[in-house]
Nanobody, 123 residues
């Protein structure tokens, strides 16, 4: 059974930073593309970043490029999202996702999802 478990969310002041973690089990982590999405009430999932397992290529959404950094530790089966210079508009539920290969930004192309972790502006 595949499980993705996110952690690291919480309250953050504008301009602050958070690092989210997503630990996977039940799959060969180093063979999967890992991605981060976020969602606010009433809207669909927004792609943020993904990290291909084969060639280690990374893709970012324009909205977070230069502020967010995705990384992965295949030994720990964990993918991270370092978020800097946060703004109130970054308030959302953040989820990680996994798929076998490819680096799509379309959330429907991902096979496995975590339950999400809330990031909230504290101002």
């Amino acid at each position: 059974q595949v499980q993705l478990v996110e952690s690291g969310g919480g309250l953050v002041q504008p301009g602050g930073s958070l690092r989210l973690s997503c630990t996977a089990s039940g799959l060969r982590f180093n063979l999967y593309t890992m991605a981060w999405f976020r969602q606010v009430p009433g809207k669909g999932r927004e792609f943020l970043a993904n990290h291909d397992y084969r060639d280690r290529r990374i893709k970012y959404a324009d909205s977070v490029r230069g502020r967010f950094t995705i990384s992965r530790d295949n030994d720990e089966n964990t993918v991270y999202l370092q978020m800097d210079s946060l703004t109130p508009e970054d308030t959302a539920v953040y989820s990680c996702a996994a798929r076998g290969r490819g680096r799509p930004a379309d959330s429907s192309q991902y096979s496995y999802w975590g339950q999400g972790t809330q990031v909230t502006d504290s101002s």
